[in-house]
């Protein structure tokens, strides 16, 4: 980092159990990807003086720091829906490059799927109908229908093609097939996105992510703790946040989202182009996410996202940009807030410990890859966090 006088790498990373996780409460799983987190960086849960969590207990993050036994020091809570993960990432980073903080553990954990199983919640998520949301709540305006509306003004602009959008969906799912960790494997094809029930026109259901439960933590520590770890650190290089709206009303480009801002800012801040990208981790709740991330953080020009993601260009075998590697919030987990998801599996790549799923450094065979870029997405494109990461 260079806003600091400290580097800041992520030194642990793991998923606790993911999928179908009927047995254990939102809590535990919290506690389990924690811990594996610290066994995963080699280090006790004494040198974490730093802690950030959103999504659980009315006072989050302080409920799960003491359901965790952590007392610390700096703490946030930022909520900002998927992108909340990366947001408090950067916050963390900028905490520990200027000696706020030593080690922050950044921890989420979801039974969204087991409490609609057990009737504890339903399947439909809502924001409330206060504040900017009243203007538009009475006409239908659905979390998922905002996303199909962006992507219908997309296609009506560029000329995208669904089938193009299903493309996305496709090679997720391939991705996917090389992820035993991922909870639905199984080839798909764009006949297949096609054919499928209509969601919000124009999504039909595999168009849009699947239900999961699990969590996922990640250690991010000062550079002098580097030494004392298990692994090789990930080191976050440049970050960027914005916020765009609230009110569709507001939003003055659908086809725009705030990674155009938060992706700019995270590339000149670590002196890196798009270009020089290993992979990609993106926020996939919708198709649409993916191929509009793509064109925001500049792989593409805006527009050319639907001829770019119709090459195979996104997967992991013979894709020229890898994206989403694990399989995505499409095929692989998506238990509500997905975006720690992605920072996980971003370390993993550049450690080169991600099995049949990994891929390599640019035109270097057999070699992990240098550089990635992990991009969140929250609300309905309303918040965006980017880091880039990379080894040395």
């Known amino acids: 980092m260079t806003a600091g006088n400290r580097r800041v790498a992520v030194v642990g990373v793991a998923l606790s159990d993911c999928g179908r996780v009927d047995g254990a409460t939102a809590y535990a799983l919290h506690a389990q990807a924690a811990r594996r987190a610290l066994a995963d960086a080699g280090l006790g849960r004494e040198v974490v003086d730093g802690f950030a969590s959103a999504g659980l207990g009315v006072l989050a993050p302080v409920e799960v720091a003491e359901y965790l036994g952590l007392r610390p020091t700096w703490v946030d809570s930022t909520s900002v829906g998927g992108a909340t993960w990366e947001v408090m990432a950067a ?74 959008l299903a493309q996305v969906a496709v090679q997720a799912r391939a991705n996917a097939a090389l992820n035993p960790e991922a909870l639905h494997r199984d080839p798909i094809t764009v006949d297949d996105v096609l054919s499928g029930p209509l969601i919000a026109d124009p999504f039909t259901r595999l168009h849009c ?42 939003w003055t480009d659908f086809t725009t989202g705030p990674a155009a801002v938060s992706g700019r800012l995270a590339f000149a801040r670590a002196g890196v182009r798009p270009g020089e990208m290993d992979f990609a981790e993106l926020y996939d709740a919708f198709t649409y996410m993916t191929l509009v991330t793509l064109e925001d953080l500049g792989f593409c020009a805006k527009g050319e996202g639907g001829a770019f993601v119709g090459k195979g260009r996104l997967l992991v075998r013979g894709g020229e940009l ?23 599996e971003a370390v993993r790549q550049l450690r080169g410990e991600a099995g049949e799923r990994q891929v390599a450094r640019r035109g270097r065979t057999g070699e992990p890859p240098r550089l990635g870029v992990v991009s969140a997405t929250g609300g309905w494109f309303c918040s965006s966090g980017t880091l880039v990461v990379g080894r040395e």
Request: charged share 20%.
């Open 91 to 164: 916050h963390a980073a900028d905490a520990i490059a200027r000696g706020h903080a030593n080690a922050v553990l950044l921890v989420y954990g979801s039974t969204a799927r087991a409490d609609i199983r057990a009737g504890r919640r339903t399947g439909d998520l809502s924001f409330g109908a206060r504040g900017p949301a009243q203007f538009e709540a009475p006409y239908g305006h659905t979390l998922i229908a905002k996303y199909a509306m962006a992507a219908r003004r997309h296609m009506i602009e560029h000329g995208t093609t669904i089938e193009e």
């Open 209 to 250: 992510c699947l239900r999961s439960d699990g969590g996922a933590a990640v250690l991010l520590a000062a550079e002098e703790y580097v030494p004392d770890c298990r692994t090789a650190p990930v080191w976050i290089l440049g970050t960027g946040e914005h916020v765009s709206h609230a009110s569709m009303a507001e």
């Open 322 to 344: 890898p994206v989403n590697t694990d399989g995505g919030g499409l095929s692989a987990q998506h238990p509500g807030m997905r975006g720690l998801f992605l920072l996980v």
